[in-house]
């Protein structure tokens, strides 16, 4: 059994920059893969980057290449995710996920995924 508790989302002018945090209780959290995903109003959920178990593989999805990094620290059972040169588009509650299948597979679909964080709301403005 995995919680995740996401926090740091917030209001940012378009340019700005936030980091949002996924603290996940449960000893096994290192053998799973993160992911954060995210569903703007009147939206489907979509796929924003995946990190390995042990955080040695990264992906993103292109409209976030270049601008926002995941990490993460299984000392601290903790995934990062830092958002720079925020956009308007970007706005969107953001969810943590953690699931036992690879980085890879997650970052192409969400479906199927068991363990989620109940969000964090960004909002950019212009």
């Known amino acids: 059994q995995v919680q995740l508790v996401e926090s740091g989302g917030g209001l940012v002018q378009a340019g700005g920059s936030l980091r949002l945090s996924c603290v996940a209780s449960g000893r096994t959290f290192s053998t799973y893969a993160v992911g954060w995903f995210r569903q703007a109003p009147g939206k489907e959920r979509e796929s924003v980057a995946t990190?390995?178990?042990?955080?040695?593989?990264?992906y993103y999805v292109d409209s976030v290449k270049g601008r926002f990094t995941i990490s993460r620290d299984n000392t601290k059972n903790t995934v990062y995710l830092q958002m720079n040169s925020l956009k308007p588009e970007d706005t969107a509650v953001y969810y943590c996920?953690?699931?036992?299948?690879?980085?890879?597979?997650?970052?192409?679909?969400?479906?199927?995924?068991?363990?989620w964080g109940k969000g964090t709301q960004v909002t950019v403005s212009s």
């Open positions: 990190i390995s178990a042990s955080g040695g593989r990264t």
């Open positions: 996920a953690a699931d036992s299948r690879p980085a890879y597979t997650i970052i192409n679909s969400a479906r199927g995924i068991i363990y």
